[in-house]
C-alpha cells in the first residue's frame, strides 16, 4: 500500500475517514477526520475503541497522513 506524504496539522484532508496520525508528543496512531473535526487518537483503525469514536475533547493540531492512489 503506498501512502501520501505527512501533511502539516495545518492542512485537513479533504476526504472523510480514517487517517495515520502523529500527535506533536510524537506519538503516531490513527485518527477518524469526519469533514470538520478530528476524533481521538486510537491505536489503530481496527481498534474497539473505534467504534465508539470519542469527539469532546479530541486533539486538533496532529499531522497526518493517507492512502496515495
Not at 510524537?26 to 473505534?50: E, I, K, P, R, V
Not at 493540531?61 to 492512489?69: E, M, P, Q, V
Request: hydrophobic content about 30%; some cysteine.
Amino acid at each position: 500500500m503506498k501512502l501520501t506524504r505527512w501533511y502539516p496539522k495545518t492542512i485537513k484532508p479533504v476526504r472523510i475517514g480514517w487517517y495515520e496520525t502523529q500527535m506533536n508528543n510524537g506519538n503516531y496512531g490513527y485518527s477518524c477526520w469526519d469533514g470538520m473535526q478530528w476524533s481521538c487518537q486510537h491505536n489503530d483503525y481496527f481498534c474497539t475503541l473505534a467504534k465508539s469514536v470519542c469527539w469532546n475533547g479530541a486533539i486538533q493540531d496532529k499531522k497526518w497522513r493517507g492512502i496515495a492512489k
